[in-house]
């Protein structure tokens, strides 16, 4: 993210939100629906360099290791569920709750 937060990686905020919120409608499909869906999606299309590797799977997650607005969002979903969109001051997000 460049320091005012309108331009990610080449992408703009709104245009990197358009294809969050596309893979999102996609993954709410029953047919794609799941954690390879999900994973493919990043590992193609993510900017975050370390999990884009790893197809956005940030492992085993507590309390207190990420920046409150993310953790909020993860800890209230239940498991398969997608989030919508989130904004940090590291980016945005779209969380799949595997486990």
């Known amino acids: 993210q460049d320091p005012t937060g309108e331009n990610i990686l080449g ?8 294809i969050l919120n596309t893979i999102r409608e996609m993954l709410m499909n029953p047919q794609y629906h799941n ?15 370390v999990t884009a590797k790893e ?14 607005a993310f ?3 993860a800890f209230n979903l239940k498991k398969g569920e997608v989030s ?3 904004e940090t001051p590291v980016g945005l997000h779209l ?3 595997a486990g």
Do not use: H
């Not at 992408?11 to 358009?18: G, L, P, Q, V």
């Not at 956005?56 to 507590?62: A, E, H, K, N, T």
């Open 84 to 86: 919508k969109v989130i």
């Open 95 to 97: 969380i799949f709750r």
């Open 71 to 73: 953790e909020d969002t």
């Open 11 to 18: 992408r703009t905020r709104e245009s990197a939100k358009d």
């Open 35 to 49: 954690v390879e869906s999900f994973k493919q999606c990043a590992r193609e299309l993510s900017d975050c360099d």
């Open 55 to 68: 197809g956005g799977c940030l492992g085993f997650v507590l309390r207190g290791q990420m920046v409150p």
